[in-house]
């Protein structure tokens, strides 16, 4: 009998410095699916050598990124990972036989995340255990309609796999204040859309509250210096994101200029 084959779907943008090591673990692949926001560097020629096809696309909102591209996806099930993300060793073959074994009422799997923050595995801060519904049916599974910290949703049954996805987002403290910018900008729109106001607490009170949960409750003092950043990395994305939707109400704004 034959296999079910899997589409994954990789989202890319001049990511070519970093985008080997996950083309090598999903090169098992029936199918890698890019859909690329118009890169400027090597992505492409790089993605090209482990056979994948490529669709351009421009570059909206994540979640619409891919809810576009999964339709075009050729085979029933899909495996979505980003450009910072590598399959563990085991994982391949954990989908394989999953899939094989999958009764028609199961839509989806979520899988473990192992986070990397400049090179080191953090289990603290809420960063592990954290599990990810990323592999579902083409046909099934959307991603919701929000600017950030989106999931996929689908109407049947999930089961979870033991092997991880190991994410390498944070490489530097420079990249990642860099993206900060993006994402709070992100944050701040998804609030406004959800009706949310503006109050002073949210920037003189609620920033110490999330730096002793991250740091003490959350135990990120057991981290060194690295749950001390990613403390402080959570406390300052919290509080641009609110900043940002003071910015959008004082200036009458349903969502930031792109």
């Not at 009764?103 to 799997?109: H, N, P, Q, V």
């Not at 910018?181 to 701040?188: E, G, P, T």
Request: hydrophobic residues 40%.
């Amino acid at each position: 009998m034959a296999y079910p084959k899997i589409s994954i779907l990789l989202p890319t943008f001049n990511c070519a410095d970093i985008l080997r090591p996950t083309l090598e673990s999903i090169k098992w692949a029936d199918e890698i699916l890019v859909v690329d926001s118009y890169s400027t560097d090597a992505t492409l020629d790089l993605c090209r050598e482990y056979g994948a096809r490529i669709l351009q696309h421009e570059y909206v909102q994540s979640a619409k990124q891919k809810n576009w591209a999964i339709p075009q996806c050729a085979h029933e099930w899909v495996l979505q990972i980003d450009s910072d993300e590598v399959l563990e060793v085991g994982l391949s073959a954990e989908i394989r036989a999953s899939l094989e074994s999958a009764s028609a009422e199961i839509d989806g799997f979520r899988i473990p995340f192992k986070h990397h923050i400049l090179g080191e595995w953090v289990r603290v801060c809420n960063l592990y255990p954290e599990y990810h519904l990323r592999l579902f049916r083409r046909d099934k599974g959307r991603f919701e309609d929000k600017e950030v910290h989106s999931h996929v949703k689908v109407p049947g049954r999930v089961e979870t796999l033991q092997h991880h996805i190991l994410h390498h987002g944070m490489k530097s403290l420079s990249n990642q204040l860099r993206n900060l910018d993006r994402y709070s900008r992100y944050q701040a729109d998804e609030l406004r859309k959800r009706g949310k106001k503006f109050h002073w607490h949210q920037l003189l009170i609620r920033p110490f509250g999330i730096f002793v949960y991250f740091y003490v409750v959350k135990k990120g003092f057991t981290a060194g210096y690295r749950g001390v950043w990613i403390a402080a990395i959570n406390t300052t994305f919290d509080f641009w994101s609110y900043a940002k939707l003071w910015e959008l109400e004082t200036l009458g704004l349903t969502a930031s200029p792109k």
